[in-house]
């Protein structure tokens, strides 16, 4: 089962953001994703966020999914090891 927890690197310690409701002692694994290898999308345009959208999705409708595709659960589309 995964929580998932914000937290801040102070110190030498990770102190949580958000209340967690672990007992003290708990073993945790930790995947660190920093904010600042995500890119925010710089186009404030309506009609170009539109335009980009629409591209998207029929970029998509061109390249669908096989059929014979494997089906992953939520479990599976989500491990990280």
């Known amino acids: 089962m995964a929580d998932y927890f914000r937290a801040v690197f102070q110190n030498g310690s990770f102190i949580p953001v958000t209340p967690c409701d672990l007992a ?3 073993q ?3 995947t660190v994703h920093s904010p600042e290898l995500v890119v925010p999308p710089q186009v404030t345009d309506a009609a170009e ?3 980009i ?3 998207i999705v029929e970029r998509m409708r061109q ?4 059929a014979t595709a494997p089906r992953f659960s939520r479990d599976e589309a989500h491990e990280r090891r």
């Open 53 to 55: 959208l629409r591209e």
């Open 63 to 66: 390249n669908p999914l096989p």
């Open 24 to 26: 003290d002692g708990t």
């Open 49 to 51: 966020r539109a335009r």
């Open 28 to 30: 945790v694994l930790l």
